[in-house]
């Protein structure tokens, strides 16, 4: 079945910089393409970023872009965030998610359970 | 990339028939068939209902269906159960290679 373990989530000091990693099994991992979406606590979903199957195309949010860098690792079936320049606003829980469908840009189906962000000084 | 309008909540009674509004721009939901629709129970993460406005993925219950007419698409959920109490969040693809998601619904089952 298909799993997706999200890690390197934790506290950070504004300005400061993480990166986020995303273990995959149970599926064709260079096949398909991937998304990071993030949760504020008690709010709702926020798309950040996606990344085609090859890695060859990456699509960001508005508010990450410039800051965050989305890239995987077929050979390793694992994908990563870096999130640079941090502010207080990104404090969320990370999703990773699988698309629908293989090798097209299609929207998340399978979910990860998150790791969660903390930016506070 | 502004998040879609949906109701802040929604109720209905065992059984009954409830409909959930996303609602966007000509430049996400109403240019694209591409709406999808997440159901989350607290603390877990959000589940694949609806995708392509009205595919269901395998394993969905045929209770849950999807429309679009025009900027906005519709979330129906028939035969409410008790296990439909949730969080509900729509997706819309908005170009470029980029989705943006609505503002969620909390639908309650009385």
């Known amino acids: 079945q298909v799993q997706l373990v999200e890690s390197g989530g934790g506290v950070v000091q504004p300005g400061g910089s993480l990166r986020l990693s995303c273990a995959a099994s149970?599926?064709?991992?260079?096949?398909?393409?991937l998304h990071w979406v993030r949760q504020a606590p008690g709010k709702g979903l926020e798309w950040v970023a996606l990344?085609?199957?090859?890695?060859?195309?990456?699509h960001y949010a508005d508010s990450v872009k410039g800051r965050f860098t989305i890239s995987r690792d077929n050979s390793k079936n694992t994908l990563y965030l870096q999130m640079d320049s941090l502010t207080p606003d990104d404090t969320a829980v990370y999703y990773c998610a699988k698309a629908v469908v293989v090798i097209a840009a299609t929207p998340p189906e399978y979910w990860g359970q998150g790791t969660l962000v903390t930016v506070s000084s | 990339q502004s998040a879609l309008t949906q109701p802040a909540s929604v109720s209905g009674s065992p059984g009954q028939s409830i409909t959930i509004s996303c609602t966007g721009t000509s430049s996400d939901v109403g240019g694209y068939d591409y709406v999808s629709w997440y159901q989350q129970h607290p603390g877990k993460a959000p589940k694949l209902i609806i995708y392509d406005v009205n595919t269901r993925p395998s394993g969905v219950s045929s209770r849950f269906s999807g429309s679009k007419s025009g900027d906005t698409a519709s979330l129906a959920i028939s035969g409410l159960q008790a296990e439909d109490e949730a969080a509900y969040f729509c997706?819309?693809?908005?170009?470029?290679?980029?989705?943006?998601f609505g503002s969620g619904t909390e639908v309650t089952v009385l």
């Open positions: 990344i085609l199957f090859d890695g060859n195309e990456k």
């Open positions: 997706c819309s693809y908005a170009g470029g290679g980029t989705y943006v």
């Open positions: 149970g599926f064709t991992f260079g096949s398909y393409a």
